[in-house]
């Protein structure tokens, strides 16, 4: 079946540092990747997606590639602020599954930004 | 335009009681999906309702039902309470099955 495996946390960084946060993918058809993010006390919300390989997916300067190759989308930013930690998920959606748009997350990885 | 919610906020329930949360999806969206969140992990699918009818199932045994009504809302039932049923209980809607899905805050579900 599919899943989605991404480093565990927490990342814990500096604010204006670097981040990636990597995520690679089973998945028997050709599935839509998505990255969600999801602050504390609040619900998950979208980040970005790609729908097929090759595609970039970004918002508020965070990026991420679809690379069917290496069966990966990783998630980047270059230059991380406090505003930026909550747990990050990388998911998929597999058309080739007979549930409409259902979603195989990830674990999930906690960021953590310090001033 | 409001957004999905979900009641109740938490509730505390024992082993072997029923509970039924409620979602109420965003305007206009026919299609919603349950999630649960076990502590520290990512959500796993429940099952998904697109017009009134179950439209997929993830692997949780039949003690999990759903219901969609014909405004849309949802109610997820679970029957039989086990200890490893708590966790953070999602609800996603979305205007057709192969759309962005938007999540609600979630219930926090505590079985004693």
């Known amino acids: 079946g599919d899943s989605v495996t991404q480093m565990e946390g927490p990342v814990t960084l500096s604010e204006e540092a670097f981040l990636t946060i990597n995520c690679t993918y089973t998945?028997?058809?050709?599935?839509?990747l998505f990255w969600y993010v999801q602050y504390p006390g609040e619900g998950l919300q979208l980040l970005l997606k790609?729908?097929?390989?090759?595609d970039k997916g970004s918002n508020k300067g965070f990026e991420a590639t679809y690379r069917k190759e290496t069966t990966s989308f990783h998630l980047e930013k270059g230059s991380v602020q406090v505003s930026d930690s909550a747990v990050y998920f990388c998911?998929?959606?597999?058309?080739?599954?007979?549930?409409?748009?259902?979603?195989?997350f990830g674990g999930g990885t906690r960021l953590m930004v310090k001033p | 335009e409001t957004g999905v919610t979900q009641s109740p906020t938490h509730l505390i329930k024992t082993r072997g009681q029923q509970v039924t949360l409620r979602c109420s999806s965003q305007?206009?969206?026919?299609?919603v999906s349950w999630y649960q969140q076990a502590l520290g992990q990512g959500p796993q699918f429940i099952f998904q309702?697109?017009?009134?009818?179950?439209?997929g199932r993830g692997n949780f045994p039949p003690r999990f039902s759903g219901l969609q009504f014909p405004n849309y809302s949802s109610e997820l039932n679970v029957n039989a309470l086990e200890l490893d049923d708590s966790a953070l209980y999602l609800c996603?809607?979305?205007?057709?099955?192969?759309?962005?899905?938007?999540f609600g805050p979630g219930t926090r579900l505590t079985v004693t």
């Open positions: 996603a809607s979305s205007l057709q099955t192969g759309n962005k899905q938007y």
């Open positions: 998945a028997t058809g050709y599935p839509s």
């Open positions: 790609a729908t097929k390989a090759d």
């Open positions: 998911a998929l959606s597999d058309d080739s599954n007979n549930a409409g748009n259902m979603l195989t």
């Open positions: 305007s206009g969206h026919n299609t």
């Open positions: 309702y697109y017009r009134e009818e179950e439209n």
